[in-house]
């Protein structure tokens, strides 16, 4: 590449935490579309609690940047009533863990507006939610229970693991007409830099990324897991000769199964990797897709390594809870060694 061709493409992009990246794809898509507005407990003056809406209020105003009271509930509820009149609501849960009071909102109304009403109407309303632990808070601040979500027909499930991700997913969650939750991984909102494009990005809703390549064992995993994973396969591949195929799922409902399956059957071995309580995850249902669409390749039994059947601890035990990349590796280990 010539040096005038990488400051161009250097001018094209810049480097980005991944909630900086949120805040971008926000900023981009309200500039772009008047439809588009924030809402939620301290989105506004406050630029959220992790300052994912800094700056917003400041440029877009008010009447589109709106703290909510301290009502879960009503905050989806406005939302959807918005939606269905035009405007296109981003509204925010502080944590995953406080999400619960809207639950009857998303799967009683919001998920099913476009079937109730056989198709006249949709709701193109995002709903973005911190998740997962890691960064030493209480429990209902730490939860990861995406499979809740995943669970109900008519929602889209996104998780980001990078910044570049974190912006285009959110601004094709924007773009959707159907409802959107978007679980942004709270312990990588700060811990890495990198080149996010300038401007208008959209990442397509329902692909995963293939973010290693590999032949020997396919490791399906989103969010602040996928970096663990991707450090256990460079130990692993080192220390051990073993090449895994890392799958960054990114889109959890609808699942990229394309993707999925064609990894599996390259490699005939599996792990799913995820933070949330093992019993019932998305990791399940990821196993269950690869046995339906693939059991001729497989060659071992396919291995979850994930949170456990437990509230998430307080400070002492959460590194413990979370799969780090050592567990990682001694669980891909055992599917290798089958």
Request: aromatic residues 6%.
């Amino acid at each position: 590449m010539s040096s005038a061709t990488a400051t161009e493409a250097e001018s094209a992009t810049e480097r980005l935490t991944l909630v900086e990246g949120v805040r971008e794809g926000l900023h981009t898509e309200m500039a772009r579309d008047d439809r588009v507005m924030v809402l939620g407990e301290d989105v506004g003056k406050n630029g959220g609690v992790f300052r994912a809406t800094e700056g917003l209020f400041e440029e877009f105003g008010e009447e589109r940047v709106v703290d909510t009271p301290l009502a879960e509930s009503g905050i989806v509820g406005s939302s959807i009533g918005l939606a269905l009149s035009g405007m296109k609501p981003v509204a925010e849960m502080q944590f995953m863990g406080f999400a619960y009071p809207a639950f009857d909102q998303l799967v009683s109304h919001a998920a099913r507006l476009r079937s109730r009403s056989h198709g006249q109407y949709t709701c193109p309303m995002v709903v973005r939610a911190p998740y997962g632990g890691g960064i030493r808070a209480p429990e209902h601040h730490s939860e990861s229970k995406e499979a809740f979500f995943v669970h109900e027909p008519g929602l889209k499930v996104v998780v980001p693991s990078t910044p570049a991700d974190a912006k285009g997913l959110l601004t094709a969650a924007i773009r959707d007409p159907d409802p959107v939750v978007f679980l942004e991984p709270k312990l990588i909102y700060r811990a890495f830099r990198e080149a996010v494009p300038r401007g208008s990005h959209a990442v397509p809703l329902g692909e995963a990324a293939v973010r290693r390549e590999g032949s020997d064992v396919s490791v399906f995993t989103w969010g602040a897991m996928t970096r663990p994973a991707l450090i256990a396969a460079g130990n692993l591949a080192e220390e051990h000769g073993v090449d895994c195929e890392v799958v960054d799922v990114r889109t959890l409902s609808p699942l990229d199964v394309g993707t999925v399956v064609a990894s599996f059957e390259k490699t005939g071995r599996a792990a799913v990797v995820h933070e949330a309580p093992k019993t019932a995850g998305v990791g399940a249902e990821i196993a269950t897709t690869i046995q339906e669409e693939a059991l001729c390749y497989q060659e071992a039994p396919i291995k979850r390594i994930a949170g456990f059947d437990a509230p998430v601890p307080l400070h002492a035990l959460e590194d413990y809870y979370l799969p780090q990349a050592v567990r990682v590796q001694d669980g891909i280990l055992e599917t290798v060694g089958f």
